[in-house]
């Protein structure tokens, strides 16, 4: 009998507590990056603001483009300082525009297209959305600094498209 090796039985235990042990951690590792992967997910949709929260979709791609809301481009006041923004991408501009706020505002986008698709990025904001024809897309945003915000188009949508610039105002708080 040999005293220097384990023997076959020893060996036969330890391989199978390692490959126990091997897929304790492989399981520990997967766990930690699907938490990972679905928490950047969420945190991206739903706490930094980037993204769409609420969509309505239609059938039909010219439906929320002839609401009366977005054909006046309009700014309705829904709070002491907060508002509904009907917004409109097309060829080439975006309407309304310029919005005029007081500092402070809080402001809920709705943003569709006409025409083809638009990019809706206010410049200093996490404000970032795709205009889309028979999509209503929303963002909401605090403007608690005062100054003039420009909204422009992240996508190329044809000849002007440098040129579509709107303007949100916002006005310093006047002191009482
Ligand atoms: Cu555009």
Same mark, same amino acid.
């Given at each position: 009998?040999?005293?220097?090796?384990?023997?076959?039985?020893?060996?036969?235990? &330890?391989? @199978?507590? +390692?490959?126990?042990?091997? @897929? !304790?951690?492989? &399981?520990?590792?997967?766990?930690?990056?699907?938490?990972?992967?679905?928490?950047?997910?969420?945190?991206?949709v739903?706490?930094?603001?980037?993204?769409?929260?609420?969509?309505?979709?239609?059938?039909?791609?010219? +439906?929320?483009? @002839?609401?009366t +809301?977005?054909?006046?481009? @309009? !700014?309705?006041?829904?709070?002491?300082?907060?508002? $509904?923004?009907?917004? !409109?991408?097309?060829?080439?501009?975006? $309407?309304? $525009?310029?919005?005029?706020?007081?500092?402070?505002?809080?402001?809920?986008?709705?943003?569709?297209?006409?025409?083809?698709?638009?990019?809706f990025?206010?410049?200093?904001?996490?404000?970032?959305?795709?205009?889309?024809?028979?999509?209503?897309?929303?963002? $909401?945003?605090? &403007?608690s600094?005062?100054?003039?915000?420009?909204?422009?188009?992240?996508?190329?949508?044809?000849?002007?498209?440098?040129?579509?610039?709107?303007?949100?105002? !916002?006005d310093?708080?006047?002191?009482?």
């Amino acid at each position: 009998m040999n005293t220097q090796s384990p023997g076959p039985d020893f060996e036969h235990a &330890f391989h @199978r507590s +390692a490959e126990r042990h091997e @897929r !304790v951690w492989i &399981f520990c590792v997967v766990t930690m990056l699907l938490l990972l992967t679905a928490g950047t997910m969420f945190y991206a949709v739903y706490d930094y603001g980037v993204v769409t929260k609420g969509a309505a979709f239609h059938a039909d791609p010219t +439906a929320p483009a @002839r609401e009366t +809301a977005f054909q006046d481009g @309009r !700014v309705i006041q829904t709070g002491p300082n907060a508002y $509904s923004v009907y917004m !409109v991408g097309h060829l080439w501009m975006w $309407s309304p $525009s310029p919005i005029h706020v007081k500092q402070g505002a809080a402001i809920t986008f709705y943003v569709t297209s006409t025409d083809v698709l638009h990019g809706f990025e206010v410049q200093g904001t996490t404000i970032n959305l795709t205009a889309v024809p028979g999509i209503v897309g929303t963002v $909401s945003y605090n &403007f608690s600094h005062p100054g003039t915000y420009h909204i422009i188009c992240n996508e190329f949508c044809g000849i002007e498209h440098q040129a579509m610039i709107g303007r949100i105002i !916002v006005d310093p708080a006047t002191r009482s």
